[in-house]
């Protein structure tokens, strides 16, 4: 099993451009997740989705869309960069509703500039 | 107040020293709590997980959980070099998608 898989590793926007960051995994779970993790912070959840078809926001969602239509793929789309969004961002999965056995990836390096 | 506080460090120890890494909260509805070990330009990864107060060991690494005074604690004994990375306490309420995390506490251990 490859796990939770993100693409791209990194990537420099311009203000006001769009983008969509990749994540599938190949563990069949429910429960996706993204995170941002800005430098000496903690991860802040943007949105999740409880299975195909359904998402919520989380935390800090302004300026993300996502979309769940497979079991596999969570994509988030950014519309509009800004610098604000400079950020480290992970996709996490889980087989349940257990928290503790979110398995992260290995994150998306992005620069608004 | 912030619902998880957690010192950031950095904290550099020798190796096989005793390392205490601790975070204190103020939602008293929180009732899982986890650490999460994240080495450099990695993704976090799940070290240990507690359900409500008490101990749990495992291996080199043990969790404390005490909700009278709203704080966690790791220990890792015989720290080595390979347990320099950050570590992340997470903390949720029962039925709740979200967890909330620390800021991390950036950990090297020297040899």
């Known amino acids: 099993n490859a796990g939770v898989t993100q693409t791209p590793k990194f990537r420099i926007l311009k203000i006001g451009q769009s983008m969509t960051l990749q994540c599938t995994q190949d563990?069949?779970?429910?429960?996706m997740y993204w995170y941002r993790q800005d430098p000496g912070m903690g991860l802040k959840l943007i949105y999740y989705?409880?299975?195909?078809?359904?998402?919520d926001k989380g935390e800090v969602p302004n300026g993300y869309n996502v979309s769940r239509s497979t079991t596999e793929d969570f994509p988030l789309r950014l519309e509009l960069a800004a610098p604000s969004q400079t950020s480290v961002y992970f996709c996490?999965?889980?087989?349940?509703?257990?928290?503790?056995?979110?398995?992260f990836g290995p994150g998306t390096r992005l620069t608004v500039t | 107040q912030k619902e998880v506080e957690q010192d950031p460090g950095p904290l550099s120890v020798p190796e096989g020293a005793i390392v205490s890494l601790n975070c204190t909260y103020s939602?008293?509805?929180?009732?899982?709590f986890m650490w999460y070990r994240q080495y450099s330009r990695k993704g976090p990864e799940l070290l240990m997980y507690t359900y409500s107060s008490g101990n749990k060991e495992d291996g080199r690494f043990t969790a404390q959980v005490d909700k009278s005074s709203k704080y966690i604690s790791l220990f890792i004994r015989d720290s080595q070099p390979s347990d320099s990375a950050t570590y992340l306490c997470a903390m949720s309420q029962g039925g709740s998608e979200k967890l909330v995390f620390g800021k991390g506490t950036k950990l090297t251990v020297n040899p």
């Open positions: 996490a999965s889980s087989p349940r509703r257990q928290l503790y056995e979110q398995y």
């Open positions: 563990m069949n779970h429910n429960y």
């Open positions: 939602n008293s509805a929180f009732q899982y």
């Open positions: 989705s409880v299975g195909a078809g359904i998402t």
